[in-house]
Nanobody, 126 residues
């Protein structure tokens, strides 16, 4: 059974930083596409960042490019989202996601994710 467990959310002032972690279990971590998504109240879920674990290739939404960094820790089957220079508009529930299929096909898109975590709240205040 695949489980994705997020941690690291919280409240921070604008300009601050947070680091989110996603620990995967029951899932072959190697050569997979994993990502972070977010959903703010009243808004649709949107993709934030994607990583292909086979080569640490990364892809970001324009809204977070240059501020967020996605990375992987192979020893811990964990994907990390480092968020710097946070803005109030980054406030949302953040979800970790993973694709069921192995491989890098269409790796740099926010589609095709079949496994989801429960989410962790990030709140950025002025």
């Amino acid at each position: 059974q695949v489980q994705l467990v997020e941690s690291g959310g919280g409240s921070v002032q604008a300009g601050g930083s947070l680091s989110l972690s996603c620990a995967a279990s029951g899932y072959t971590f190697r050569n997979r596409v994993m990502g972070w998504f977010r959903q703010a109240p009243g808004k649709e879920r949107e993709g934030v960042a994607v990583i292909y674990t086979g080569g640490s290739w990364t892809y970001y939404a324009d809204s977070v490019k240059g501020r967020f960094t996605i990375s992987q820790d192979n020893a811990k089957n964990t994907v990390i989202l480092q968020m710097n220079s946070l803005k109030p508009e980054d406030t949302a529930m953040y979800y970790c996601a993973a694709r069921a299929a192995a491989g890098s096909m269409d790796w740099d898109t926010f589609s095709g994710f079949g496994y989801w975590g429960q989410g962790t709240q990030v709140t950025v205040s002025l």
